[in-house]
């Protein structure tokens, strides 16, 4: 079955620096979301990407589709205290049952 | 418009009870799924439903678990005779349509004891 990947599993990173998850599907995505996720939270929709080589923008989050829509990346520009949480990626090809990613934990050092 | 409302909050079932989770969706959504998240891991897919129907079950253990969406009322994730392995957060999730934005509710803790 689709299997979605993601890497790193966990990063520490010092408030400043800059933040990347890559996530990995099995199979071609039709589209994929990403969620961040608080300790003891719930999951929140940040964004949705539906063309190859899609790239959006959310101030200092800069989400990217691949050409071949079987790989997708999140990148945090200057990380704050408050980026914590958990980032997943959630992809479906196209049955709208999203499968989710393995999620990245980012703790960020004040 | 309030949010996705799951409740309760905490359950705490004894070994061979049943376990009765509510999910209301947001206003104007017909599309519910249920996921289920163990500590420290992602969401897993457990069953998508639209109202009245079942779309999509491919992740949920065939015994002791089903769920329903009636045309009246919440949607239900219902776990009978429970298990320690039970044990888990569940979160609902609904979208007004298929493949779009999905909002979460804040789950609901299962404890087996």
């Known amino acids: 079955g689709q299997q979605v990947m993601q890497i790193p599993q966990y990063q520490h990173v010092q408030e400043g620096e800059d933040f990347t998850t890559y996530c990995n599907s099995s199979?071609?995505?039709?589209?994929i979301q990403w969620y961040k996720q608080r300790p003891g939270g719930h999951p929140v929709f940040l964004i949705q990407?539906?063309?190859?080589?899609e790239v959006k923008k959310q101030k200092r989050l800069t989400f990217q589709f691949g050409e071949a829509k079987k790989n997708s990346s999140l990148h945090i520009t200057a990380t704050q205290t408050t980026d914590v949480g958990t980032y997943f990626c959630?992809?479906?090809?196209?049955?709208?049952?999203?499968?989710f990613g393995t999620g990245t934990r980012l703790k960020v050092l004040a | 418009n309030a949010g996705v409302m799951q409740n309760p909050r905490h359950l705490v079932r004894r070994r061979g009870q049943e376990a009765r989770l509510r999910c209301s969706p947001m206003?104007?959504?017909?599309?519910v799924y249920w996921y289920r998240q163990l500590p420290e891991e992602g969401l897993k897919f457990m069953v998508y439903?639209?109202?009245?129907?079942?779309?999509?079950e491919s992740g949920m253990p065939k015994e002791r678990f089903s769920a329903e969406f009636p045309k009246e009322g919440p949607s239900i994730l219902r776990i009978q005779q429970v298990v320690r392995g039970d044990s888990a957060a569940y979160f609902c999730?609904?979208?007004?349509?298929?493949?779009?934005?999905?909002?979460f509710g804040q789950g609901t803790r299962l404890t087996v004891v």
């Open positions: 206003k104007g959504h017909s599309h």
């Open positions: 990407l539906v063309k190859s080589g």
């Open positions: 199979t071609t995505l039709s589209n």
């Open positions: 439903l639209q109202k009245e129907n079942i779309i999509d």
């Open positions: 959630a992809g479906t090809s196209g049955t709208y049952k999203y499968i």
């Open positions: 999730a609904s979208s007004r349509m298929g493949g779009t934005e999905a909002f």
